[in-house]
């Protein structure tokens, strides 16, 4: 099972930009559509974005649509998450997630629970 680390996280002011990444080992990466999510305190874990095997697709929240881009580099094991126009509300633990299912549409998407392998999560947090 393919194991992943996130890094990238911090402290920005409401307006800034952060790249958060996500390093995964093994090497069947390329076998794993890939997500983010985050939780913030007292809250559920919430869809962020995925980005299909290939990176031919990616889909956002419409929370974050305009203001994320989602990559990936299947020769470097890695996924990229480009923040930008940070808010306040954007503060919390974002994850890296990857998922081995072939599953369409936003609601497949965005099921924490379908998801096969979890990183630790890495801090955000945007003050106003």
């Known amino acids: 099972q393919v194991q992943l680390v996130e890094s990238g996280g911090g402290w920005v002011q409401a307006g800034g930009s952060l790249r958060l990444s996500c390093a995964a080992s093994?090497?069947?990466?390329?076998?794993?559509?890939m997500g983010w999510f985050r939780q913030a305190p007292g809250k559920e874990r919430e869809f962020v974005a995925r980005i299909s095997r290939n990176g031919g697709v990616r889909t956002y929240a419409d929370s974050v649509k305009g203001r994320v881009t989602l990559s990936r580099d299947n020769a470097k094991n890695t996924v990229t998450l480009q923040m930008n126009s940070l808010k306040p509300e954007d503060t919390a633990v974002y994850y890296c997630?990857?998922?081995?299912?072939?599953?369409?549409?936003?609601?497949?998407?965005?099921?924490?629970?379908?998801?096969?392998?979890w990183g630790q999560g890495t801090q955000v947090t945007v003050s106003s």
């Open positions: 093994g090497r069947t990466f390329s076998s794993y559509a």
């Open positions: 997630a990857a998922d081995q299912r072939f599953c369409s549409g936003y609601g497949c998407y965005a099921t924490a629970a379908g998801y096969d392998a």
